[in-house]
């Protein structure tokens, strides 16, 4: 069975912003905490979401 035209973009759309959505919460709320600095959660976070991308595209 084929999917619709555009579904897995939406699929993926949706992974992107549930993931944001999760990590923002999280983070926000250590933040929040003064648990974390906001120039530390910034850096962690692009640290795991450059690291996801590699590992999904399959760059080295």
Same mark, same amino acid.
């Given at each position: 069975?084929?999917?619709?035209? &555009?579904?897995? *973009?939406?699929?993926g759309?949706?992974? =992107?912003?549930?993931? /944001?959505?999760?990590?923002?919460?999280?983070? &926000?709320?250590?933040?929040?905490?003064? *648990?974390?600095?906001?120039?530390?959660? =910034? /850096?962690?976070? *692009?640290?795991?979401? =450059? *690291?996801?991308? =590699? /590992?999904?595209? &399959?760059?080295?």
């Amino acid at each position: 069975m084929l999917d619709p035209p &555009g579904m897995a *973009e939406t699929a993926g759309a949706t992974v =992107r912003e549930i993931w /944001r959505n999760a990590i923002t919460a999280i983070f &926000g709320q250590w933040i929040d905490d003064d *648990e974390w600095s906001d120039a530390d959660a =910034r /850096r962690v976070v *692009e640290l795991v979401a =450059r *690291e996801n991308a =590699r /590992r999904v595209s &399959g760059l080295p």
